[in-house]
Structure formats: C-alpha cells, structure tokens
C-alpha cells in the first residue's frame, strides 16, 4: 500500500476520533515502531490489520469504514492530482479518466505501486459502469472516493452509487449514475 494512503489514514483516525486512537491501532497491529512515510510503499497487511482493529474498535463493518476513508481522501488525491485534471471534468469524467491519468501516473513512479485497476464502461452521458479489480479486496474504498468525488464536484445529491457485486472481492462492479 502507497504511504500516502496509510499517512492519509492517520489523520483521518486523528481528525475522526484522536491522536490516541491512532496509537492504539498501531499498538494493536503491531506497528508502534513503524512511521508511515508518504514516499514508502508498505505491505498491505499493514492497512487490512489498522482497518481490521478500526472495526472492531469501533463497531462499524470493515466495508463501511473504507467507504468512509475513500470519502474522505477525495479531496487530497484531487489536490495531488489536479494538474492531471481537465477543469470541464465532473464526477463520471473523473472516474472515466482515472485509470490512464492518475492510476497511469502512481504506477509510473515506483514499480511496487498497484492501485487497482479500473475498467470503466459509459453507457451513456448519465452513466457508467466501473470493474474494480485489486487483489486487495478494497472495492469499498473505491465506493467511497465514487461518492466523494460526487461530493467534492457539488453532485452529491445527483448522483447514485450502487455496488452490483459484494465489495469485499476481487473484481467489484459499481454501477454509477447522474440522474
């Protein structure tokens, strides 16, 4: 997993609860003495165990949890990335142009990066579907960056964001539309 992710979920522990949460997640993953490094790549393992501990933690499905953190990251990853976006872009360009923009970019700069790929098909000026396919299981992450790119291009009340398949596996179909 990209450091960026892991240092992002950090302040999102922090901000959504406090900094002793945090330590406490660490401790419980067994990662006290590991400092995430936003240039780093890490196991995944170390995101499935601070997400897993989260969850129990605090009572919330994994699944919701990611959907919650991929809300919340929209904003950062559209600052990172937005030399790479067109100002005309809205939220299904944004997820038709993911793949060969900023996906091509992380992958681009360390080879250990994997962002999962996304096969997004346009059914029409209104709709999309997108195959997310990772190995890491993380499709409620991609839900939640669906719906805060939504929220973050003021389409929130607009746009529909269904799973078709369960998010938890490898290949996950969300069905998105602007209604």
């Known amino acids: 997993m990209h450091g960026t992710i892991l240092t992002l979920l950090k302040r999102y522990v922090q901000s959504q609860y406090d900094h002793s949460t945090w330590v406490k997640l660490m401790e419980l993953s067994g990662l006290e003495n590991v400092e995430f490094d936003h240039k780093t790549v890490y ?34 990853l559209m600052y990172m990335y937005q030399k790479l976006v067109k100002p005309e872009w809205k939220t299904l360009d944004m997820l038709e142009h993911t793949e060969l923009t900023m996906h091509k970019q992380v992958r681009a700069e360390h080879a250990e990066n994997a962002p999962p790929v996304l096969d997004v098909t346009r059914i029409g000026p209104n709709e999309l579907y997108i195959d997310y396919v990772s190995p ?44």
Not at 44 to 68: F, S
């Open 43 to 76: 196991p995944d393992a170390h995101v499935y165990a601070l997400v897993g501990h989260a969850a129990e933690m605090t009572g919330i499905p994994a699944g919701e949890l990611h959907e919650k953190f991929g809300e919340y990251l929209v904003p950062d």
């Open 136 to 179: 890491r299981r993380m499709g409620g992450l991609a839900v939640g960056i669906v719906r805060g790119l939504a929220t973050y291009f003021d389409e929130a009340d607009r746009i529909d964001v269904l799973p078709t398949t369960a998010e938890d596996g490898q290949r996950v179909r969300i069905h998105v539309r602007r209604r």
